[in-house]
């Protein structure tokens, strides 16, 4: 559990370090701007609550896709193609941004220890 912990601290000193950086604050806000859009229009055309809308759409950039939400409608169909192209290579910018961050915390951390 104490592990668990620790990790939860660091992720979240992990946020603290992208937002001290601009360009990574600026896709880090892009990236939750993108998941908003998606999130705004799932709950209006398919119909979905809005915690419903926002995992879908964090499931369909991270492409983990459960299958357990999915559109229905025409328009949501067309709008999930496009999403998916432009949400993609953003959600892929970010992840990348936020392990380089990680990573850099962890070998300080481990630098300062030793």
């Known amino acids: 559990m104490l592990t668990f912990w620790l990790q939860v601290r660091r992720v979240g000193k992990t946020l603290v370090s992208i937002l001290k950086d601009e360009e990574s604050r600026s896709l880090l806000f892009l990236t939750l701007f993108i ?20 995992y879908f759409s964090f499931t369909t950039l991270t492409t983990i896709g459960f299958g357990d939400l999915y559109p229905v409608t025409a328009l949501g169909k067309i709008f999930t193609i496009l999403y998916t192209v432009i949400g993609l290579g953003l959600m892929g910018m970010f992840l990348t941004v936020f392990i380089n961050h990680y990573l850099n915390l962890t070998k300080k951390s481990r630098q300062s220890k030793s």
């Open 35 to 54: 998941l908003l859009i998606g999130s705004m229009f799932y709950s209006q055309v398919e119909g979905f609550t809005f915690l419903d809308a926002f």
